[in-house]
Nanobody
Framework: QVQLVEVGGGLVQPGGSLRLSCAAS????????MGWYRQGPGKQRELVAG???????NYVESVKGRFTISRENAKNTVYLQMNSLKPEDTAVYYC????????WGQGTQVTVSS
């Protein structure tokens, strides 16, 4: 059983930055792809960014150039650096591990507001 714990959400003004972290239990973290999803008010959950075991990344168009996903296998941790935040980035952000099944964290709230 894999457990994912996200930290780093909060309230930030437009144009600000936040870094989300997701720590995973288990010893095989490095072989799995990871992702960050978000679900805004009244919206469907969407993939924000993904990273393969080899470090290849992909992003939803709306965050390209502003968000960066990275992983630190020695710490079983994946990060999402979010810069130039906009009110439309407000959402609950979820970390996921794409293993034999998909595992999800509990989510962390990000609110972008002045």
């Amino acid at each position: 059983q894999v457990q994912l714990v996200e930290v780093g959400g909060g309230l930030v003004q437009p144009g600000g930055s936040l870094r989300l972290s997701c720590a995973a239990s288990g010893r095989t973290f490095r072989i799995y792809a990871m992702g960050w999803y978000r679900q805004g008010p009244g919206k469907q959950r969407e993939l924000v960014a993904g990273i393969t075991s080899g470090g290849t990344t992909n992003y939803v168009e709306s965050v390209k150039g502003r968000f960066t996903i990275s992983r630190e296998n020695a710490k079983n941790t994946v990060y999402l650096q979010m810069n130039s935040l906009k009110p439309e980035d407000t959402a609950v952000y979820y970390c996921t591990l794409h293993g034999p099944v998909d595992y999800w964290g509990q989510g962390t709230q990000v609110t972008v507001s002045s």
